[in-house]
Every structure is written in structure tokens, then in C-alpha cells.
């Protein structure tokens, strides 16, 4: 299964749109980072973004909010 890349509305950088074991959206940057925390995993249609550890050897991205430059802007309060 593949995400659809989206674009970020501030900053313009391609996203993908996961949800988090905890059910909330998250954006992650839609190119695996070796430094990312989060791996995917698929249930069912939907993307879930994992945490990892080190040890973790396959693709792992970064969430959106840690490099987007606008991020301080969309933080809620």
C-alpha cells in the first residue's frame, strides 16, 4: 500500500498524513529519514505511524512539526 503525498500549507514541503497509535492525525515528511522516530505499519486501508527504537532497520520518517519552519504556528496551546 502507498500514501498520497500532500503539501504542507505553510511551508510547502510534501507530507504524508498518518494517524497515531493514539488515533491523531500527524504529518510526517513524506521522504524516510535515517534520524526519524516513527515507522509505518498498516491496519486495514489506514497508515499508523510507530515509534521505534534504534535497533529498527526499515524505513523511518520524521514528523512534519519537527522540520517544518512554520510549525510554531499550528502548535495548540
Known sequence: MTLQATSCRSCGAEIL?????KDKNMPLDAEPSGAGEFALEWEGEQAIARK??????GDRYTCH?????DAKKWRRS
Not at 17 to 21: G, R
Not at 52 to 57: A, C, F, K, L, P
Not at 65 to 69: A, D, G
Open 65 to 69: 512539526f519537527v522540520t517544518c519552519p
Open 52 to 57: 521505534v527504537g534504534q535497533g529498527y532497520t
Open 17 to 21: 498524513w498518518v494517524k497515531t497509535t
